[in-house]
């Protein structure tokens, strides 16, 4: 069941990462706790699992002040500063934020007068992989971007490195949307939100990464897509970082709010439901499986007046006017906030908490909300990640 967070109090606002959670409390200051391997916590240091508040500090040392939103990521944390800066912490995948690996808070030039940004890395395989074979470090890649919503356009900056290069290559392009209102991104997503409610993400299926576990010289797994394709596929499949973000629009009703999760994305629409696309394996958009595809735009049953969305890697939750979370999907960490008797349900499930929502975010494998008039923290999901 969701548990306090003590601690915290008079939360504005929340992110979740893989296996870190932080808030904005009020006033402006940023509190994180969970992982910091790689500094995510910003605290100044880095190393074990930390489970209380810890206050994230600047460059310079001092409290990092005037957050106004927050984004988080595997091994990285970002902050809006004011209207116009963003500042990160953490891990920063191939230099692409130009911070460097760090524990404070660091602005990052390339994203000065964004209003909001995405941050996303994989791995991509050059050649074909017969069942079986073992896959050649010189034939992948390792990619990240950064990107940002300004005024006249979505601009991104791009990291692309072979495992035998000592160096990675980088690049920037652009999206011309002057009406972009936000971006999101999760392995196998990456999605743009347009002023008119136009949800427009990739093919949800050109990033796929292999399982955690492999190495560059594994052997290929007959159950993941690489080894599916056929030699024809693989060929036409997308190797630049450009390529593999084009985008294309989902159709559906007009949203005013969308996220991405690790395989499928979710919009707000503009009459308070929710519509998700992509991968449903353990009923993430919303839908019952769909063995080897993916679902187009489909409306989420159950659901009414809603007025907040937020979406996990392989979960989804959606928060109602009068304060209600419910959560469909992946359910084996309990990250749908309560135990309905299964692993999973495309079914929204209600989450177990004391008072209304104010509001809420999600993660890998876990989930939180703003709670009461006190605006305290209660999360739920994976023992592992959960403070």
Known sequence: APREVGGLTDVTAIAIGVGQTCAIVEGGG??????????????????????????????????LAGATQLEAFDGTTCARIGASEWSCWGDDPLGVLETSRGAKAKEVPFL???????LGSGERDLDYNEPGTSVDPATVIDFSYVCGTFETAVRCRTA??????AEPAFGTFEIPLARARAVASGTGVFCILTEPGEVLCNTIHVMRRR????TPTATCDEDWSTCEETREETQRRVVEVTDALKLEDTGGEAATAMGAGAQHACALTTSGHVECLGLTTSGEAGQSWVKGDRIARTRVGGLASIEEIAVGDAFSCARTTSGEIRCWGNNSALQLGADHGGLSS????????????????????HACAVVGDDRRLFCWGSSYTVP
């Not at 692309?160 to 290069?165: E, G, I, K, Q």
């Not at 399982?211 to 492999?214: D, I, K, Q, R, T």
Request: aromatic residues 0%; contains cysteine.
């Open 30 to 63: 940023v509190r994180c706790l969970g992982s910091n391997e790689s500094g995510e916590l910003g605290n100044g240091a880095t190393g074990a699992m930390v489970r209380t508040p810890q206050t994230v500090i600047d460059a310079g040392g001092a409290p």
């Open 112 to 118: 000065r007068g964004a209003t909001t940004m995405t």
């Open 160 to 165: 692309r490195r072979l495992h035998v290069d």
């Open 211 to 214: 399982p955690v576990e492999s």
């Open 346 to 365: 495309e079914t929204p499930v209600a989450a177990k908490l004391p008072d209304a929502a104010h509001a809420m975010a999600a993660g890998r494998q």
